[in-house]
């Protein structure tokens, strides 16, 4: 019982770890900045913009906390369960948790 929670623990903090770095740092700009070269882009936000105006669907999944977060959630829920040998049940269970918890530190880190 102890491994399955440090294995829901865990999973949990890399899906909010890189949630957080794909939103507040630079990286998703040097990623996908490199598409609107003639639009200055300074920040994440200016990005998600630039994005939106002509893929305003694509631009709020990928951005959206909630939205990349559920898939990024079943994405590695789902390859701790293929190598863990678990319960099918694992993964709906942190599906619908971790996102959650991924939205609560992403308030808390975008209120400072």
Known sequence: MKELIMLYLIGGLVCSGIIIIWNFSYISIHLLGRFY??????SVDDLADCIAEK???F???IFCPLCVGFWLCVSVASLIFYLNNLSV????ACAFSWPLMIFFFFKYFDNE
């Open 55 to 57: 893929h305003p669907t």
């Open 59 to 61: 631009s709020e999944f």
């Open 89 to 92: 049940w694992f993964i709906p």
């Open 37 to 42: 070269k003639n639009k200055e882009i300074d």
